[in-house]
């Protein structure tokens, strides 16, 4: 029997009926070795609005067949900065001119680019071991008006987002729509989503194993980046944080464990047609026999430890965990263990054979990671995302300017030979978005230790233990070799009140401190502090220890406003041009400016009335906020 797969075409079994058609995914013929990257036809393109709703839909990026022929080129990279690339799938659209790109909002809300932005493209090829065997999304309501508190059958959605979506490349931390039908209840969602994580395997690979070869390590899934969605590929769904959405079923929530190939694991299924079914059968026992296999010395020598548990794995996943944390780690799988064993009723009741029963298994080591030991060192991906709660709405090229010299800043950091400490601080009025500009820069960063400092670890610290913990906080990351710490909001921080003025002293003699200490040689380490009070800072003396001062601006053009409101998808286009009227004249008059985080505020407020009045209201806030 050969190992290679066959080079027949393949198809994708097309849902049979789905709520609106979706264009036949043709899934890439697997041929080992995948090609990598080729750059050779690097084009360069201005970004466009995707034509309608369904193309956003979609989740393609449109090109003109012209430049990228879809039945040649699935998928494409793009480049809107020197730092930081996305993988999008493409399909060509007549509507979309030579030498254009369109996309949707959730995609131009994450790559962040800006309507006639100018970007580099060529034409992008997964590898074999960027196949998704597993993919968690994060689902909320995509517009405010559209929340119920009506429970979503997780499994239906996932059923649905691989017919519509298989052999489209995903990347973590992507955003999309997602819109799908409730048959039972004939109702439609629309959903936002975003990539939390992705689990990928190497086919060429794991086929090997599969017939001897190779090494264990082989048909293991991993963390990846990018892949591309198998129409088997295993989904699972969880709902933001702080979501109204209900979901129900096998396929949600941070506890469901999936095995990443499921037992119907079907290849011509996956269209990946062609394959006798020997090979089938051996490639599915090759997934079928993975499964984690952990051990610690003490479980093991009292045989409690189910030999599925796999530390080598376990040990990838926990790379940023200290000692301590590993062994908090091991005790509670152990608890999750003994919590199997107890009886709950009227009152608990230890199974009188617990001793010789209890078995920690790979289940408690995943319930104890996803719920009890959280890294100390590590990403702060869940504080970074929450810092961007209404996503990054390109509202013009200064956001574009911003993140480029946010960038700039991380390249140098990177680049420091020997030690380097570089500081940046990103001022602007209240509320006109410095902190999620700070966690964009620090998502995009790439950096293995991200952490933020803010006031809400603080509360209740004395001046003295908060100047612990800010030491504490910059010894942590000046440990790890390529630190980002994001000081958010350094006027609470150090308690400044303008009246008086009030600040607390010991706090900013720390801060100066620290902000003029080297990290040891061989470690780096970027800050990124944001900040309302540049000229109080700059008396502080402040403005003479930082590298960097971004300055970001509040929105001054009616075109600037209406496509923050736009973008939150709340107002039809008939409304959308009511405001813009309005606030033309209001801006001319008035001179109004207003920072993004504001005017997003405004938005939600006004959702709050009736629908009929939701325009008006939305236009009588913002002109009390000009007329202040
Ligand atoms: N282009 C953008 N830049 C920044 N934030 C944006 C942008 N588009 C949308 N947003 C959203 O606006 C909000 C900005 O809030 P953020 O806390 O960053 O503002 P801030 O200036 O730090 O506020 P404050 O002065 O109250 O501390 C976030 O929820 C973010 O998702």
């Known amino acids: 029997m050969s190992q290679r797969f066959t080079q027949q075409p393949c198809c994708y079994l097309a849902p049979s009926s789905t709520h609106r058609p979706v264009p036949p995914p043709t899934l890439q013929r697997l ?5 990598t990257t080729s750059y050779s036809t690097e084009k360069m393109f201005r970004v466009r609005k995707a034509p309608s709703e369904e193309h956003t839909l979609a989740n393609f990026a449109y090109v003109n067949k012209a430049d990228f022929d879809a039945t040649q080129i699935k998928h494409i990279r793009i480049d809107p900065g020197p730092a930081h690339h996305y993988i999008f799938s493409i399909r060509n659209d007549p509507s979309i001119k030579q030498g254009e790109i369109a996309f949707g909002v959730p995609h131009r809300k994450w790559a962040v680019l800006s309507l006639d932005q100018e970007i580099r493209v060529s034409p992008f090829t997964f590898q074999s071991s960027e196949y998704i065997g597993s993919i968690v999304l994060s689902a909320d309501f995509n517009a405010k008006k559209n929340v119920t508190s009506e429970p979503l059958n997780a499994d239906l959605m996932a059923r649905e987002f691989s017919m519509q979506f298989g052999g489209q490349a995903f990347t973590k931390g992507m955003r999309m729509a997602f819109r799908f039908e409730d048959k039972e209840k004939n109702k439609t969602h629309t959903l936002s989503l975003t990539v939390k994580s992705i689990e990928g395997f190497d086919i060429n690979k794991a086929a090997i194993a599969a017939s001897g070869g190779g090494t264990a390590d082989d048909n293991k899934p991993k963390p990846i980046e990018h892949g591309e969605l198998l129409p088997n590929s295993g989904i699972v769904f969880d709902k933001e944080e702080g979501s109204m959405l209900n979901l129900i079923g096998k396929s949600k929530g941070k506890s469901a464990y999936r095995s990443i190939i499921n037992p119907n694991w079907d290849l011509q299924q996956m269209g990946i047609g062609g394959l006798d079914n020997e090979f089938s059968n051996i490639f599915r026992r090759a997934f079928a026999s993975r499964i984690l296999r952990i051990h610690t010395a003490r479980m093991r020598e009292y045989n409690k430890l189910d030999p599925n548990v796999d530390l080598d794995e376990l040990s990838k996943r926990t ?42 298994n790979p289940g408690d080591f995943e319930h104890a990671l996803e719920n009890d030991v ?28 911003i993140l480029s010299k946010g960038d700039l800043s991380v390249s140098q950091v990177r680049n420091l030979k020997a030690r380097g400490f570089k500081s940046v601080l990103i001022v602007g009025e209240p509320k006109t978005g410095k902190t999620s500009l700070a966690a964009q820069i620090a998502r995009n960063s790439d950096f293995p230790f991200v ?16 100047c612990m913990a800010l030491k504490k906080a910059f010894e942590d990351a000046k440990r790890s070799k390529l630190s980002l710490l994001l000081v958010d909001n350094i006027d609470r921080l150090i308690d400044y009140s303008p009246i008086g003025p009030r600040f607390s002293n010991p706090v900013v003699q720390t801060l100066l401190v620290l902000f003029n200490t080297l990290p040891p040689p061989g470690h780096r380490l970027l800050v990124l502090v944001t900040s309302s009070s540049y000229t109080f800072l700059k008396e502080l003396g402040f403005l003479d220890v930082v590298s960097r001062v971004i300055e970001v601006p509040r929105l001054s053009t009616p075109e600037q406003m209406v496509r923050v409101i736009q973008e939150t998808n709340n107002y039809t286009d008939e409304q959308i ?6 606030l033309r004249s209001l801006v001319e008059e008035t001179r109004l400016k207003i920072g993004v985080k504001h005017l997003l505020e405004l938005v939600e407020e006004a959702n709050e009335s009736q629908p009929e009045y939701q325009v008006t209201s939305l236009l009588e806030e913002i002109e009390a906020v000009a007329t202040k």
Do not use: Y
Request: hydrophobic share 35%; charged share 30%; aromatic share 6%.
């Open 319 to 360: 790379k940023n965990f200290s000692g301590a944390e590993l062994e908090g780690l091991v005790r509670a799988a152990q608890s999750s263990a003994m919590n199997r064993l107890v009886k709950a009723g009227n009152k608990a009741e230890v199974d009188p054979d617990a001793i010789e029963k209890l078995m920690i």
């Open 577 to 582: 041009l009511e405001i813009e009227r309005n």
């Open 31 to 35: 041929t080992p070795p995948r090609p």
């Open 374 to 401: 959280k890294p100390q060192f590590g990403r702060s991906d869940d504080a970074l995302n929450r810092f961007q709660s209404w996503g990054m709405t390109v509202w013009g090229p200064e956001i574009n300017d």
């Open 451 to 466: 952490k933020v400092v803010s006031q809400e670890e603080m509360i209740g610290l004395t001046e003295s233990a908060k």
